[in-house]
C-alpha cells in the first residue's frame, strides 16, 4: 500500500520523493523479475514505474541494457493485470528509441489492438504507431483504418492522434486515410470530432482552397464539439492572415457567429482570434469587446481573468474601443485575484483620462507588494505609455517608480522600471536632474551589473549637460570604490566624459582618474590610463573622437583588418578608412556595451552582410584596385515584377571612385537556358560605365548573378544623383524542361527593365554622434557652407524631418528626428560618413510659416561633400 499523506505530512516534508534515491544499475537488476514464473503483477508494475521515472529524469541507458529489459518486460504480456499491461504500453513508448529490435512486440500489440478488451485497444494503438516506421506502417493500414471508425471513442481518438503523428514521416500513407478520418468527422463523441478535424487540416494545410472548403463544409452543418469550434476558429484566423483577406470574407463571418456560440471557449476563442487579426478597426472590434466586457461581470475567475488579459491587449492599439468597458474594469480593480486586479488597473491606466492617474496609481500602490515581478513588469509597462501619452504627469509617475525601484524585485522587473525612467528622463527635459538623481540613489545598492553599467553610462552621457554636473560625481567614483571590475570600468568611462565636457571639472577628474590607475583589473587601468592621456592633451578634437563620440567602425570589421594587416606586413600605415563602418544598429549596441562593460568578445564574430558581399567582390578579377567596400544598399531594388519570366533584383555597392551593380536573376521559364547575361546600363549624368562581368548560366530557377562596374563623376564630382536605364542582354537556348539539356546555339535577345535610380544616401553611410556638439567641434569650420531653400511641397515639420533623413540617408543625431507638438521651429541634426571615410555633419533649422523653409550648415573635412550635400538639396 502507497502511504497516504495529507497537507501537513507534506509541509513537514513526509511527502517526500520515494524514487529520489533510485540507482540505474540496482532497477535494471530488479527488472530480472519480469522472467519469474508467476509474474507478480504488483512487483513488477512497480518496477516499470522506476525505469519510467528514470527515464524522465534524464537518466541515460545504453542500448544494450535498455534492450535486455525491454525483452524481459515483454514477457510480461502473459498476464492480464489491467494496470500492468497499462504500464507495459506507456514502457515501450517510452523505451522505443533506445532500445534495439522492439518491433518484436507488434504481434501482441496487434492481438491488443483488435482484441475484445476496448481498456487495452486505445493505448495499444498509440504504442503501435510509435514504434512502428514507415516500412512498416503498410501491414498495419487495415487495422488503422478500422481503428479510426471504431465506435469505442478512446479507440478512435487514440488512432486519429497517432495518424497525426505518423504524418511526420508518412504522410502519403496516411493521407489514404481521409475517407475514414471524414466518417469520424461526424462522430457525435466532442473529442473523436476534435481529433479527427486536427488530422484533415493536418493532411491539407498546404492547399488553402482544400482548407477553406473543409471550414465551409463543417461550419456550415455545426459542430458538436467546442474543441472542434475552437479549432476552426484558429483554422480560419491564419487562414484571413495568410490571405490578407477583407473583413467580408465568409471565414470572419464565421469567427463572429462564433460569439453567439453556446460554450464560453467557443466565445472567447472567437473573441480574442478578432482582437489578434491585424488591421482590424474599432468598428469590427466592437463585437469581440462587448463579449469580453460580458465575461468581466462572470463568477468565474478564469473567465474575468481571460476578459481583461486580451482588453489588456486591445487598449496597446485600440484604446477607444475599450474605453467603453472602464466601469466594468474599475469593479474589477478591488477583485479578491490579484493578477485580475492589475492586468484591470494596466487596462485603465491605457484607457483612462488625464485626471483619473492619480487615482489608479494610489489604487495600484495599494497592492504592488502582493503581486508576482510579471505582473509588476505589465504595470510598469503601461505606466511608460502613460508618459509618452501625458506628459504633464511624468512628475507623479516617476515618484511612483522610484518607489518601486526601492522595493524587492528581480532583474526583469528593476529592469522595466529603469527603461521606463530613461525614457522619461529622454522625452522631457525637466525631469532630467530628478531622474539622475534617484538613478545615482539606486546605483548605491543595485545588484545587477547590467542595470548599474546602463545607468553609470547615462550619467556620462546626460550629467555634463546639467546645471550641477559636480553632485554626480561622487557617486560614480564611489562605484570604482567599492563595485566589481565590470561595474569599475564603466564608471571610469563616466568620469571621463564629465572631463572631457567641463574644463572647471578636469583638474579633480585627472586626480580621480590616476588613481584609478593603480587598479587590480587590466581593462580598468587600461581605460584610465588611455582617458587620463587624451585628457591632459586638453584638445576638443582628441576628446570628441575618443572619449564623447568614440569609433564609427565595425568591431568585428576592425579585428579582421587588423589581422589581415598583420599576416600581409606592408610599408604603409594601417588606415583607419579601410575598416567596414558600423551600421546603426551595431553603432548603438556598441554605444551601450563598450563603454559599459568590459567587453568580452567571442573567439569567432559571425560576419555582417557587408563583409560578406566585400568578399564575394574580392574573387572577381575586374574589381582588384578598387578599394575597401564603402556601402551596400539595405535593400535590393526590384528591376521587374515578380510575376515576369526574368526576375532581377539590384543591389548597389559603393566604394571610394566607383560603383558595382549587383544584379541577383532568376530565370522562371522551365524550357529556356539564357547565357552570357548582361545588363547594360545607360546613365543620365557623367557616370561612366567601364565593364560589365556576365552570369554565365541560367538555368530554370537557379539564380545567378551579373555585375555592371561604373566610375563616379570625375569632371562634376556633385552630381552624384542618377537614373540609369537598364536593358538585360543574353543568349537564349531551348532546352528539355524534364531534363534541362539545351537543344540548339541560341540567339541573342534583350529585356526592357525598370530604370535605376542612384540617390546621394548612396554614398553615405550613417553613423550615431553620441554628443552632436563634440563631434560638430572636432570637424572644424574650414570647409562649413550655409545655404537657405523653401520646401514648398512640405506642410509639417514632421514630414520636413523625415523627408530629409530619408534623402540625405544620415543618422539623426540626439533624438533630433521628434518634433515637439505645437512648435514651428525645429533643429535637426544628421551625421554620416561620405565614401572615402569623411565625416558630413548637417545642422538643418526648419521655420514653418505658410510652408516650410530650412536653413541647411554642413561641415566636413573635405570640401567635396559638403558641396554634394547642397547641391543635392538645392
Given at each position: 500500500m502507497l502511504k497516504k499523506f495529507?497537507?501537513?505530512?507534506?509541509?513537514?516534508?513526509?511527502?517526500?520523493?520515494?524514487?529520489?534515491?533510485?540507482?540505474?544499475?540496482?532497477?535494471?537488476?530488479?527488472?530480472?523479475?519480469?522472467?519469474?514464473?508467476?509474474?507478480?503483477?504488483?512487483?513488477?508494475?512497480?518496477?516499470?514505474?522506476k525505469i519510467l521515472y528514470l527515464i524522465n529524469q534524464g537518466e541515460h541507458l545504453g542500448t544494450t541494457e535498455a534492450t535486455e529489459a525491454f525483452f524481459a518486460m515483454t514477457k510480461l504480456f502473459q498476464s492480464n493485470d489491467p494496470t500492468l499491461r497499462r504500464m507495459c504500453y506507456l514502457t515501450i513508448k517510452e523505451m522505443s528509441c533506445i532500445a534495439e529490435d522492439v518491433i518484436i512486440v507488434t504481434s501482441s500489440l496487434t492481438k491488443d489492438m483488435t482484441g475484445k478488451e476496448d481498456n487495452y485497444r486505445g493505448p495499444a494503438v498509440r504504442a503501435l504507431c510509435q514504434i512502428t516506421d514507415s516500412t512498416m506502417l503498410q501491414a498495419i493500414e487495415r487495422y488503422m483504418k478500422q481503428a479510426i471508425v471504431d465506435k469505442v471513442p478512446s479507440v478512435s481518438s487514440s488512432a486519429l492522434v497517432s495518424s497525426l503523428h505518423l504524418l511526420k514521416c508518412s504522410f502519403d500513407v496516411v493521407k489514404r486515410w481521409v475517407n475514414e478520418a471524414q466518417e469520424a468527422a461526424s462522430s457525435d463523441n466532442i473529442m473523436v470530432q476534435y481529433h479527427a478535424l486536427g488530422l484533415l487540416y493536418h493532411v491539407r494545410r498546404n492547399d488553402r482552397l482544400a482548407v477553406n472548403k473543409m471550414i465551409s463544409k463543417f461550419t456550415r452543418h455545426g459542430l458538436k464539439s467546442p474543441f472542434a469550434y475552437c479549432m476552426m476558429i484558429r483554422v480560419a484566423s491564419k487562414q484571413l492572415e495568410e490571405e490578407d483577406s477583407s473583413r467580408d470574407s465568409?471565414?470572419?463571418?464565421?469567427?463572429?457567429?462564433?460569439?453567439?456560440?453556446?460554450?464560453?471557449?467557443?466565445?472567447?476563442?472567437?473573441?480574442?482570434?478578432?482582437?489578434?487579426?491585424?488591421?482590424?478597426?474599432?468598428?469590427?472590434?466592437?463585437?469581440?469587446?462587448?463579449?469580453?466586457?460580458?465575461?468581466?461581470?462572470?463568477?468565474?475567475?478564469?473567465?474575468?481573468?481571460?476578459?481583461?488579459?486580451?482588453?489588456?491587449?486591445?487598449?496597446?492599439?485600440?484604446?477607444?474601443?475599450?474605453?467603453?468597458?472602464?466601469?466594468?474594469?474599475?469593479?474589477?480593480?478591488?477583485?479578491?485575484?490579484?493578477?485580475?486586479?492589475?492586468?484591470?488597473?494596466?487596462?485603465?491606466?491605457?484607457?483612462?483620462?488625464?485626471?483619473?492617474?492619480?487615482?489608479?496609481?494610489?489604487?495600484?500602490?495599494?497592492?504592488?507588494?502582493?503581486?508576482?515581478?510579471?505582473?509588476?513588469?505589465?504595470?510598469?509597462?503601461?505606466?511608460?505609455?502613460?508618459c509618452q501619452k501625458y506628459p504633464r504627469k511624468h512628475a507623479v509617475l516617476m515618484n511612483f517608480l522610484f518607489t518601486m525601484l526601492r522595493e524587492e524585485g528581480g532583474f526583469e522587473y528593476k529592469r522595466a522600471i529603469v527603461d521606463c525612467i530613461i525614457s522619461i528622463i529622454e522625452e522631457n527635459s525637466e525631469s532630467k536632474e530628478t531622474g539622475l538623481s534617484h538613478l545615482c540613489e539606486f546605483i548605491e545598492d543595485c545588484e545587477f551589473t547590467v542595470l548599474a553599467t546602463r545607468i553609470l553610462h547615462l550619467l556620462g552621457q546626460e550629467g555634463p549637460k546639467t546645471n550641477n554636473p559636480s553632485k554626480y560625481i561622487r557617486f560614480i567614483y564611489n562605484r570604482v570604490v567599492l563595485e566589481h571590475e565590470e561595474v569599475r570600468a564603466g564608471a571610469v568611462s563616466a568620469l571621463a566624459k564629465f572631463g572631457a565636457q567641463n574644463e572647471e571639472m578636469l583638474p579633480s577628474i585627472l586626480v580621480l582618474l590616476k588613481r584609478c590607475v593603480m587598479d587590480d583589473d587590466n581593462e580598468v587601468r587600461d581605460r584610465a590610463t588611455f582617458y587620463l592621456n587624451v585628457l591632459e592633451q586638453k584638445q576638443k578634437a582628441l576628446n570628441a573622437g575618443y572619449i564623447l563620440n568614440g569609433l564609427t567602425v565595425s568591431i568585428p570589421g576592425l579585428e579582421r583588418a587588423l589581422q589581415q594587416y598583420t599576416l600581409e606586413p606592408s610599408e604603409k600605415p594601417f588606415d583607419l578608412r579601410s575598416v567596414p563602418l558600423a551600421t546603426?544598429?551595431?553603432?548603438?549596441?556598441?554605444?551601450?556595451?563598450?563603454?559599459?562593460?568590459?567587453?568580452?568578445?567571442?573567439?569567432?564574430?559571425?560576419?555582417?552582410?557587408?563583409?560578406?558581399?566585400?568578399?564575394?567582390?574580392?574573387?572577381?578579377?575586374?574589381?582588384?584596385?578598387?578599394?575597401?567596400?564603402?556601402?551596400?544598399?539595405?535593400?535590393?531594388?526590384?528591376?521587374?515584377?515578380?510575376?515576369?519570366?526574368?526576375?532581377?533584383?539590384?543591389?548597389?555597392?559603393?566604394?571610394?571612385?566607383?560603383?558595382?551593380?549587383?544584379?541577383?536573376?532568376?530565370?522562371?521559364?522551365?524550357?529556356?537556358?539564357?547565357?552570357?547575361?548582361?545588363?547594360?546600363?545607360?546613365?543620365?549624368?557623367?557616370?561612366?560605365?567601364?565593364?560589365?562581368?556576365?552570369?554565365?548560366?541560367?538555368?530554370?530557377?537557379?539564380?545567378?548573378?551579373?555585375?555592371?562596374?561604373?566610375?563616379?563623376?570625375?569632371?562634376?564630382?556633385?552630381?552624384?544623383?542618377?537614373?540609369?536605364?537598364?536593358?538585360?542582354?543574353?543568349?537564349?537556348?531551348?532546352?528539355?524542361?524534364?531534363?534541362?539539356?539545351?537543344?540548339?546555339?541560341?540567339?541573342?535577345?534583350?529585356?526592357?527593365?525598370?530604370?535605376?535610380?542612384?540617390?546621394?544616401?548612396?554614398?553615405?553611410?550613417?553613423?550615431?554622434?553620441?554628443?552632436?556638439?563634440?563631434?560638430?567641434?572636432?570637424?572644424?569650420?574650414?570647409?562649413?557652407?550655409?545655404?537657405?531653400?523653401?520646401?514648398?511641397?512640405?506642410?509639417?515639420?514632421?514630414?520636413?524631418?523625415?523627408?530629409?533623413?530619408?534623402?540625405?540617408?544620415?543618422?539623426?543625431?540626439?533624438?533630433?528626428?521628434?518634433?515637439?507638438?505645437?512648435?514651428?521651429?525645429?533643429?535637426?541634426?544628421?551625421?554620416?560618413?561620405?565614401?572615402?571615410?569623411h565625416d558630413i555633419l548637417v545642422r538643418s533649422r526648419l521655420l514653418l510659416l505658410d510652408t516650410v523653409t530650412m536653413q541647411v550648415t554642413a561641415r566636413s573635412s573635405e570640401e567635396l561633400p559638403v558641396d554634394i550635400i547642397l547641391a543635392s538639396v538645392g
Open positions: 495529507d497537507k501537513k505530512d507534506e509541509e513537514s516534508g513526509g511527502g517526500s520523493n520515494p524514487f529520489q534515491h533510485l540507482e540505474k544499475s540496482a532497477v535494471l537488476q530488479e527488472a530480472r523479475v519480469f522472467n519469474e514464473t508467476p509474474i507478480n503483477p504488483r512487483k513488477c508494475a512497480h518496477i516499470l514505474t465568409p471565414l470572419f463571418d464565421f469567427i463572429e457567429s462564433c460569439l453567439r456560440n453556446k460554450h464560453e471557449m467557443v466565445v472567447y476563442e472567437a473573441a480574442s482570434a478578432i482582437v489578434n487579426l491585424p488591421g482590424c478597426s474599432a468598428k469590427e472590434l466592437a463585437p469581440a469587446v462587448s463579449v469580453l466586457q460580458l465575461f468581466c461581470s462572470s463568477p468565474k475567475a478564469a473567465l474575468r481573468y481571460a476578459a481583461v488579459r486580451t482588453l489588456n491587449k486591445v487598449a496597446m492599439k485600440h484604446p477607444s474601443a475599450v474605453t467603453a468597458c472602464n466601469l466594468d474594469l474599475e469593479n474589477l480593480v478591488t477583485d479578491s485575484n490579484r493578477s485580475i486586479a492589475t492586468l484591470a488597473i494596466t487596462t485603465l491606466l491605457k484607457t483612462g483620462s488625464e485626471s483619473s492617474i492619480d487615482r489608479l496609481m494610489k489604487q495600484i500602490s495599494s497592492f504592488m507588494s502582493e503581486i508576482s515581478d510579471e505582473f509588476k513588469v505589465v504595470v510598469v509597462q503601461a505606466i511608460s505609455a502613460l546603426t544598429l551595431m553603432a548603438e549596441q556598441r554605444t551601450e556595451s563598450i563603454p559599459i562593460t568590459a567587453a568580452k568578445q567571442p573567439e569567432k564574430v559571425a560576419a555582417t552582410r557587408q563583409e560578406i558581399f566585400q568578399e564575394q567582390l574580392a574573387v572577381v578579377p575586374e574589381f582588384h584596385g578598387l578599394g575597401p567596400l564603402f556601402k551596400s544598399s539595405p535593400e535590393p531594388v526590384a528591376l521587374t515584377e515578380s510575376e515576369t519570366e526574368y526576375v532581377i533584383h539590384c543591389t548597389k555597392h559603393t566604394f571610394t571612385d566607383h560603383m558595382v551593380f549587383q544584379f541577383d536573376c532568376t530565370n522562371t521559364l522551365n524550357d529556356q537556358t539564357l547565357e552570357n547575361v548582361t545588363v547594360q546600363m545607360e546613365p543620365t549624368e557623367a557616370y561612366e560605365v567601364l565593364c560589365y562581368v556576365p552570369a554565365r548560366s541560367l538555368p530554370y530557377n537557379q539564380p545567378g548573378t551579373c555585375y555592371t562596374l561604373v566610375a563616379l563623376p570625375k569632371e562634376d564630382p556633385t552630381a552624384v544623383a542618377c537614373t540609369f536605364s537598364c536593358m538585360m542582354k543574353f543568349t537564349v537556348k531551348d532546352c528539355d524542361p524534364t531534363t534541362g539539356d539545351t537543344e540548339d546555339e541560341g540567339y541573342e535577345d534583350e529585356y526592357v527593365l525598370e530604370d535605376l535610380e542612384v540617390t546621394i544616401a548612396d554614398h553615405i553611410q550613417k553613423v550615431m554622434k553620441l554628443n552632436f556638439e563634440a563631434a560638430w567641434d572636432e570637424v572644424g569650420d574650414e570647409f562649413e557652407k550655409e545655404e537657405t531653400f523653401t520646401l514648398s511641397t512640405t506642410k509639417t515639420l514632421e514630414d520636413a524631418v523625415g523627408n530629409i533623413v530619408k534623402f540625405l540617408g544620415m543618422h539623426p543625431c540626439e533624438r533630433s528626428d521628434k518634433v515637439p507638438d505645437n512648435k514651428n521651429t525645429h533643429t535637426l541634426l544628421l551625421a554620416g560618413v561620405f565614401r572615402g571615410g
